[in-house]
């Protein structure tokens, strides 16, 4: 399997728990990556349409606020078997870089 | 709605024109949602790129179809593992067949009698079925750029072969190389498309066992006497014994998307084998490399993928 892309991977997060509608997706994705990524509106819609296809998110229910249409997506059974994945993949990774930090040899105190 | 809002949503809606229609059937109404909820008071520039770029992106999706997908990513990989395996079942058979007839004949010229075959001729045969088995296994060990090339050069080398009358390999031998020339192609697009072969591997999983026995039955059935004659006495056994263990492969594949899509894929080998047991086989060479290597594998595959869709589609259909 493919290395997932991290807007797919924070587009994925952001639905783990409950489903979201657009922009709600659009202000997680910002909240958990402390605003270091700001998904834009034709970014979001192309990677729905992707993991719709591939059957990882789904549309969950529809309402309409203000006059205007907000639907809402939830994370599939395989979204979330993806996502679970991904989180392993990077643990193991991370966990590997921590150890080899861990075992990094301590800089002596003269050194500028 | 204030005069400002209004035009930034009409300005908006222009720029959503970009998108399919459907697309914008089903999403347009709440991308202007989204693309509204800022106070803005027109387009931004990098919202009009990425509007512009995701238009792009889900257009390139619908042309390239659904190959792109996961699920197709996966079923390629199911493919580099089987259709390699399958290939080496292929190439064995005629190698041992001839190999028997070689030392069979080797034993009549020691009683005085003509040999069956020239040893020469055995020779430039057998190089062809272990090109085939060298391009399995490069498939199979994960050398991808290589196998590919290898995949798609070898096909291209026999049917020049078939087509050059001075050409090493005889018709007989060329034609029986019709469905290693579609393995050997078809491994080729699955190293192309899909991951390393070990995520094909992983995919299968045990199932990979049950290829090997179903392969070494269809090669012991085939091989020609006098190489093993002996091995033919329980064929009803063996057939009935492989004919099972393929029902149950196919049936555990059937029950994944991505193994659903293998199984089409591999309608390309099932359309071929079928098509050369047909009554009606086009005999003329151009014609009959036509039909084996594009009419005959395209129509399989389509007719199994369109298949898969409508069923997956009905399924969902329940499901909701």
Redesign the interface.
């Given at each position: 399997m493919k290395a997932m892309q991290e807007p797919t991977f924070m587009i994925l997060t952001a639905l783990a728990d409950s489903p979201q509608h657009g922009y709600g997706i659009i202000a997680d994705v910002q909240r958990i990556s402390d605003g270091r990524l700001q998904l834009r509106a034709g970014t979001l819609y192309a990677a729905l349409d992707r993991l719709g296809a591939d059957g990882l998110v789904a549309a969950d229910h529809e309402e309409i606020v203000d006059g205007r249409l907000r639907r809402y997506y939830r994370l599939t059974d395989d979204g979330a078997a993806a996502l679970a994945t991904e989180v392993d993949r990077l643990r193991q990774r991370t966990e590997i870089a921590a150890r080899r930090l861990a075992g990094r040899p301590q800089q002596l105190g003269w050194s500028s | 709605m204030t005069v400002n809002k209004a035009s930034l949503e009409d300005r908006y809606r222009r720029i959503l024109r970009l998108y399919p229609a459907d697309?914008r059937r089903d999403?347009e109404?709440?991308?202007?949602?989204?693309?509204?909820?800022d106070d803005r008071t027109r387009p931004d520039l990098?919202?009009v790129?990425?509007?512009?770029?995701?238009?792009l992106?889900?257009r390139l999706?619908r042309a390239t179809g659904?190959f792109s997908?996961?699920?197709w990513?996966?079923a390629f990989a199911i493919v580099g593992i089987i259709a390699p395996i399958l290939l080496i079942g292929l190439s064995l058979r005629p190698l041992a067949s001839n190999v028997g007839k070689f030392v069979f004949s080797h034993r009549l010229v020691m009683h005085g009698t003509t040999p069956l075959r020239s040893a020469e001729f055995l020779a430039e045969e057998e190089l062809l079925w272990l090109a085939f088995c060298a391009v399995a296994v490069l498939a199979l060990l994960g050398v991808r750029r290589v196998g590919t090339v290898a995949a798609f050069a070898l096909p291209a080398v026999t049917v020049g072969l078939m087509f050059s009358s001075y050409g090493a390999l005889s018709w007989q031998a060329a034609a029986s190389a019709d469905l290693p020339v579609v393995l050997s192609l078809l491994t080729g697009v699955a190293l192309w498309a899909s991951?390393p072969a070990r995520?094909g591997r992983h995919l299968l999983g045990r199932r990979v066992l049950i290829l090997i026995p179903i392969v070494m039955a269809y090669d012991v059935e085939t091989i020609e006497w006098p190489t093993f004659p002996a091995l033919h006495n329980g064929s009803l056994v063996v057939v009935t014994a492989a004919t099972v263990l393929t029902i149950v492969g196919v049936v555990s594949m059937l029950r994944s998307?991505a193994g659903r899509r293998a199984c089409a894929l591999l309608t390309v080998v099932l359309s071929c084998l079928l098509y050369s047991a047909a009554p009606i086989v086009i005999s003329a060479a151009p014609l009959r490399v036509v039909a084996f290597l594009i009419m005959v594998p395209l129509a399989g595959f389509t007719i199994a993928a369109t298949g898969i869709r409508l069923l997956e589609r009905a399924a969902e259909g329940l499901r909701r």
């Open positions: - | 697309h999403h109404d709440e991308m202007i949602g989204v693309l509204l909820a990098r919202d790129c990425d509007l512009a770029w995701g238009a992106l889900i999706r659904t997908e996961e699920r990513h996966d991951p995520h998307a």
